[in-house]
């Protein structure tokens, strides 16, 4: 089955900006040659673009779900042709879209099973955040916990089901982000416990059997620093490249991922984002192969 390219080249709602601008730096580098060369069919890419005359400024929230209904479009039209869906973010807000744009195709019913692969929970709200960092509450937006304006500015029609959501790779959480988190059906799994594959594993089989449709997000920095050594937000003790690819093989073997999403790349800091670009190109290289086999590509 073809993978349609979605690109969405901001960060938060600024253009081309640091993370904005890594899905063009790995166009730009040959991704779409490379995915092609271990036998996976493109369908084509598109971008996501904020319009103008919806930017309001001073209301970046706001800009973000717009945004997002932008994704939600260029990801409903690629799933309706029977496409599966990579979606190139900047930075982890851009989440919103892929989402609505799953529903779109999927319905409310809560079929839809989230994997999200960071090194952290990004599970705050404006109440439990210690820094009103937006890009740490995409998730808590995502299950309806915050954020009412962002999710219908994106068409995102109903929240996503905490007992549908997976976090796997974490190893930084703010105290009371990590009270909300466990106080929710949402299963969380360490960096460790991913290495070692079980727990992931039953989660996974659990979740296959619960939803018809599974997207996963994968934010950079749950790699080892020394693999994308430009990340905004580092944590040490990550996961190596291999045993990323792995994780993700493991839930693509399912054969219900209909997106994967990856965001966290800033492709600038010289030789530290050259290595980072490098990086993501084979984690891709690695790992999308399995979606292709799956999905009887």
């Given amino acids: 089955m073809p993978i349609q390219v979605v690109t969405v080249p901001y960060r938060y709602d600024e253009r081309g900006e640091g993370l904005g601008a890594g899905p063009s730096a790995l166009l730009e580098k040959g991704l779409i040659e490379r995915l092609q060369s271990v036998g996976l069919a493109i369908a084509g890419t598109s971008e996501s673009e904020l319009a103008s005359q919806e930017r309001v400024p001073g209301r970046r929230a706001l ?15 690629a799933v309706a042709e029977e496409n599966r869906v990579l979606v190139l973010c900047g930075d982890d807000t851009a989440s ?4 609505a744009g799953l529903q779109a195709m999927h319905g409310t019913g809560g079929t839809i099973g989230l994997i999200w692969l960071d090194a952290h929970g990004d599970f705050n709200t404006p109440e439990t955040s210690y820094s009103g960092i937006l890009a740490g509450m995409p998730v808590a937006i995502l299950a309806g916990l915050a954020g009412p304006r962002w999710r219908a500015e994106a068409g995102l029609t109903a929240p996503l089901a905490t007992d ?3 976090i796997a790779g974490v190893r930084e959480l703010d105290e009371k982000e990590e009270k909300l988190l466990r106080s929710t059906d949402t299963h969380v799994i360490s960096t460790k416990e991913v290495c070692e594959g079980e727990s992931l594993r039953q989660a996974v089989d659990r979740l296959e059997g619960a939803t018809d449709c599974l997207w996963i997000h994968v934010d ?18 990550g996961l190596e490249i291999d045993e990323l690819a792995q994780a993700m093989r493991l839930i693509l073997e399912t054969g219900k991922v209909w997106a994967v999403s990856v965001a966290g790349l800033n492709p600038g800091a010289g030789t530290r984002g050259e290595r980072s670009v490098k990086t993501t190109l084979t984690l891709l290289e690695r790992a999308l192969p399995a979606w292709g086999e799956a999905a009887g590509a």
Wanted: glycine residues 10%; hydrophobic residues 50%; neutral net charge.
């Fill in 220 to 237: 950079l920095d749950v790699l080892d620093p020394r693999h994308v050594p430009s990340a905004s937000t580092p944590a040490e003790d």
């Fill in 63 to 77: 800009n973000i779900g717009r945004l997002g209904a932008a994704t939600a479009r260029l990801v409903a039209g």
């Fill in 164 to 166: 549908r959501i997976i």
């Fill in 96 to 99: 919103i879209g892929v989402l």
